[in-house]
């Protein structure tokens, strides 16, 4: 059964006519409601005319420059002092929404302000002031990150190389990997530093590296010769000597300004080359010709595509996030850094097998298993296929006594021999207690969950290998 509806009672937004629409009389509720409607308008796709729409919004009001402001708003008035400025002021940071969306993005604590995280994307290139820039932060930063990351891998990898581990460590922690976590953060820079950038901006500058000290180490007197030679260095060297990378420790040198001499012997070849090319191109057309011109075009390439200039941006991202860490410590404490450092730096994937280089395996792998007390390691066949066909695959395992410790397979013997050692060389040094092995700064905590105090505080001592083994 059907039952009536009743048009009245329906409400009274959705029964407004168009406009220029015949209606017919209705009761009077109905018109109370139309009356209603006309006095608070609502847009409905169906009832509502562009003429109305134009005629509820104020015409846009134009400058004498012709700008419609009402679009286009002005930009935000500046002190006159604030052009003169290397970096933004930080009363500004409170304005800036680039920093707010930053500051929200990395779920920072609300105890660290919006002027400090500015004062992080202000790189020492920038601003030399040590007061407004980043190096202090980024100083405090990069011990945490070294430090956190180091002990990481030596409880979880006890058995890695010092070469190994000083690969590992910049392949987490170092400049190329913190300069992609920047990049992840939606970090983006400044064409130039100046005292107008917005504080969400990086800023650092192209000319000019800048000073600033971010690790421990010893500046060698003959370092133009190690890296010019390429000589050789020990691990104790490294220890000793280096940083936390194994790496020489050297300031970068400035950008060399040419002298005016210079420059005007330096263009006028220049010029009386582009008129010599500019007469080949003419008497090629006038020949019917138009020959390639293999010489680079007349052009400055930019500035951000050289060497140099990646290197200076990547290392301000990758101070920035030291930075970031340096202020996190600062204003949170260290179970908050540490929690900061663990999500956005030790979190990250970083395939250890691949960081292995060895020269001759068989003699190592003999050596370690004289130096631990094993049987000598002996190769065997274990299967084969197609020897005699194109395409032969061997597998060969090596045996210590009954014990197997690897397996590899190869085109020839020798090569499938050569896999074997090495699978068990690599199996030997990535040897790891486990997700669960604890961390001497996990003493430090609080431990404030329920029953986890007092186990916290107590320490158990972690596994230390004898040391690595020196084959060459």
Known sequence: MMK???????????????????????????????????????????????????????????????????????????????STLPSPLPERALQSA????????????????????????VDPSADPNPHFNNTSLAFLGSTIINYHASEWFMVHYPRLPMDVFYAAMTGLAGPAPLNRIAKSWGIESAAAPGGEVDSGLLQFSLDSPGESVLGFGYTRTIVDKINKNNWQRSVNSKIIYDDDFGQVVSRPKPKPKPKPKQQEEEQEPQVELDQ??????????ED????????????????????????????????????????????????????FVK???????????????????????????????????????????????????????????????????????????????MHALKAWYLYSPGEGARVPSDVLESGEEEGLGKRMRTWEPVYVDIGELISR
């Open 4 to 82: 009536r509806l009743r048009i009245e009672r329906a409400t009274g937004q959705l029964l407004v006519a168009r406009s220029g629409a015949a209606s017919n009389p209705g009761s009077t509720a109905l018109r109370s409601s139309y009356r209603a409607a006309q006095v608070v308008p609502v847009r409905h796709q169906s009832s509502y005319s562009s003429f109305e729409a134009e005629s509820q919004h104020p015409s846009p009001i134009y400058e004498e420059d012709g700008t419609d402001h009402s679009r286009f708003p002005p930009l935000e008035k500046l002190p006159p002092l604030t």
């Open 98 to 121: 680039k920093l707010a969306a930053l500051h929200a993005r990395l779920s920072l604590s609300p105890k660290i302000p919006l002027q400090t995280l500015a004062r992080t994307l």
């Open 276 to 285: 010599e090319q500019d007469q080949d191109q003419e008497q090629d057309q």
């Open 288 to 339: 019917g010709e138009y020959l390639y011109n293999p010489l680079p075009p007349k052009f400055s390439p930019t500035s951000y595509g050289s060497e140099r200039t990646r290197e200076l941006s990547e290392k301000a991202h990758a101070n920035f996030v030291r930075a970031v860490v340096g202020a996190t410590y600062a204003h949170c404490g260290r179970e908050q850094a540490k929690a």
């Open 343 to 421: 999500a956005h730096v030790l979190s990250r994937y970083l395939d250890l097998e691949r960081l292995f280089a060895f020269k001759h395996p068989t003699l190592e792998l003999a050596l370690l298993c004289a130096r631990e007390e094993f049987d000598p390691p002996v190769a065997r066949l274990l299967s084969e296929t197609g020897r005699l066909s194109r395409t032969p695959v061997f597998v060969v395992g090596i045996y210590s006594g009954n014990d197997k410790l690897g397996e590899g397979a190869g085109a020839t013997l020798e090569q499938a021999r050569l896999k074997a050692a």
